[in-house]
């Protein structure tokens, strides 16, 4: 294949958007979220053992875990080359800047302009909340969100040619055994197809019959690998049995202002404006696969079947897409009337404008996420409990903090963010909080014996949680404080549940 001057437009741009995520990643040597741990355990003992982590013995206090191993898989391939975290982050920073040619091409088909494909694959590049949610962690979406967008780039293509039958199925099985979270996907084609018998628009029944196989092997799929968590927790599962304390938090209301920031002002505005044209006036089959995926997102996102942050992850990216069919209709507009010789002018006010209303905001929120990594102290207080306290013991920790805690620390945790199979999830929860909150020993001691807790851990978060600078039994001679700094304390339980 010749290279042409678009090519070397195009690799410049991902060069810029990597070195971009690059610079601000490899300002630490940890990463800003719990869940990147969880996968860091997962990745070694996959390079150590050649499989993944089914029984965790660490993990409230040790239990099953139910997950698609394929990504973890495809991280222990670079890990496997060199055992440094910075090989894992050059790595999920790849895959998620993959997001850019898969834009490119999706554009160029959709648009037939090459300069406004490279406009949206560099706006691509730099969505705030993609950018925020995977510069620094082991994020899952660094590889569903381009693995979506190259399946949608080649169900466009099946639209044209049978050949790329082969091409699309296998993008769409690696990115069903990837995550649940295909279902964007997977739903939009069903909304694809209502939308183009509503318009009437004809589909070549043998592609309609692939769509709709991969509809059921999605469910299928799925069924099997959660089988068990559905009949254990049934309904529940959809929410992937989230305490109802933490509901909001993780399926938050829509906020529109906060919605337009995460997205950026162009893209939301733009892009709406254009998927509203196609809706009332315009036909386009390819433009209808974008909002029959965008339908099926605002679905979810009513349900609250998906967090908000990946809905916006998501609901970014279709944007962005839909933004492009608007720039091809502005400038052949344009170009039409008497402004045609400030065309020129009008794509440089908005390559300005994507800089303003994008990429300022995905650099500022890459740098708040890297703000978020563990505190020195904290780590430091990991390291001493790696080396004084034995993995059987189980150390009471912020929920939000277990995978970490698991992961340096090599101890039993009582609580982290994985949810499924954990009993009375609630309750669990709620106990952690009374441990903390109680003024009360007799309470508190009740509650460590019914979950076996050997030492409780109270760091800066724990502080700025619960409000409070220690716990009230402090002084109780079941209490034993063995590790103390600035902002940290290890309480070390002397009492046995018969003592009490």
Known sequence: M????????????????????????SQTDLFSDDNSYFTLRQVEHIVDTGKPLIYDDLSYGGRTLIFSPFYFYLLSAAYIINHKIIMLKIFVNLLATLLV??????ADEVTKSKKIALVTAFLSGFIPVYFQETVNSLSIYSLIVPLTFFSIYYLMMLNKDKKYSTHFLVLLTFLIISSPTSIIFVLGILFFIILAKLEKIEL????????????????????ILFKKAILFHGPSIIWQNIPKIYLTQYFSEINILQSVYLIGVLPFVLGIYSAYIYVTRQNSLQIYIIIGASSSLFLLLWFKLIPFKTGLIFLGAFLVILLSQYLKLFFDYILQTKFSKFSAFAFILFIIMILLSSVLPSVVLGYQKISNIPEKETLDAYSWISKNINSTNTV???????????????????????????????????????????????????????????????????????????VFYSTDECFSLVYHTKDVKIYKILCEEEAI
């Not at 070397?8 to 958007?17: G, H, N, T």
């Not at 009582?414 to 909080?433: C, E, G, L, R, S």
């Not at 009360?440 to 460590?448: C, V, Y």
Request: aromatic residues 18%.
């Open 2 to 25: 010749r290279i042409k001057g678009y090519h070397l437009w195009l690799l410049a741009i991902f060069l810029v958007v990597f070195a971009s995520r690059m610079y601000i990643s």
């Open 396 to 470: 009471l920790a912020l929920q939000d903090e277990g995978h970490a805690l698991s992961y340096f620390g090599n101890v039993k945790t009582v609580a982290d963010d994985n949810f499924i199979f954990v009993k009375n999830i609630d309750q669990h929860i709620y106990d952690v909080d009374r441990i903390y909150l109680t003024r009360f020993s007799d309470e508190s001691l009740e509650i460590i014996h019914k979950y076996y807790i050997d030492y409780i851990l109270i760091d800066k978060k724990v502080k700025l949680k619960y409000n409070l600078t220690d």
């Open 204 to 223: 070549n029944k043998a592609n309609i019959e692939i769509l709709i196989v991969s509809i059921f092997f999605y469910l299928w799929l799925n069924f």
């Open 101 to 106: 040619l898969a834009s490119f091409l999706i």
